[in-house]
């Protein structure tokens, strides 16, 4: 190779490099963190430790004072951390979780709190009423055919907040209880909207936090 292609060759590959930088722009202090090593890398698993699938999830993180978005994450529910992947490298890098303000990931909107248990917690309704989920998972070994395998169960507590207090809902009777100002109208909008509790306690507990808030309001 001549000496002129390589000096092209040479400024090319910059040219490169600098539009990548540019591209990238500021996600660079994103990929600041730990390096994310599997401790399940070498078990025989039965299902996985991450929110809905086993797989990156494009996303947003609001990341030590800055909104990231469009970045494809791993959200490890089982020991509660967020794995972004090196653009560059391709190493996992795993978040430093005090960083981490709030993140959205399949729709689903999560946000850091202290209490009742440090950890993030996906965000369902907030307003005068606020009412959080909280996802995770637990895992039992039990003996397969040739090994042991890692099974993971995936866990979930939901809570109303009032006036500060987290109230731990395992049922409808539980919500209404805490939420008894409004108990025969919330009973009614679940019936004439045909909300099941049993089956979508999320959304049900959703749409009670909003009815409740919005009939407070017209007293």
């Known amino acids: 190779m001549m000496k002129s292609d390589s000096l092209v060759l040479s400024s090319s590959r910059q040219s490169?490099?600098?539009?990548?930088?540019?591209?990238?722009?500021?996600n660079t202090h994103l990929y600041n963190g730990i390096e994310f090593i599997d401790p399940f890398q070498k078990k025989v698993l039965e299902g996985f430790p991450y929110f809905l699938m086993d797989d990156w999830q494009d996303g947003s993180i609001f990341y030590d004072g800055q909104l990231y978005e469009n970045i494809p994450f791993l959200f490890d529910i089982f020991k509660d951390r967020i794995i972004v992947d090196h653009p560059r490298s391709h190493a996992r890098i795993e978040l430093i979780p005090q960083k981490i303000k709030y993140f959205t990931i399949a729709d689903k909107h999560f946000v850091q709190l202290k209490s009742p248990t440090a950890g993030f917690y996906q965000e369902l309704y907030r307003g005068e009423t606020i009412i959080y989920a909280r996802h995770y998972k637990t895992i039992q070994e039990?003996?397969?055919s040739k090994s042991m395998i890692t099974e993971f169960l995936t866990r979930r507590k939901l809570y109303i907040v009032r006036e500060g207090t987290y109230h731990v809902i395992t049922s409808k009777k539980s919500a209404l209880k805490v939420l008894k100002e409004h108990k025969s109208e919330l009973n009614k909008l679940l019936g004439q909207e045909k909300i099941s509790f049993k089956n979508n306690k999320e959304y049900a507990l959703a749409r009670m936090g909003q009815y409740f808030d919005q009939l407070n309001t017209k007293r």
Do not use: S
Not at 16 to 26: R, V
């Open 16 to 26: 490169l490099t600098n539009l990548y930088d540019q591209n990238l722009g500021g």
């Open 142 to 144: 039990k003996i397969g």
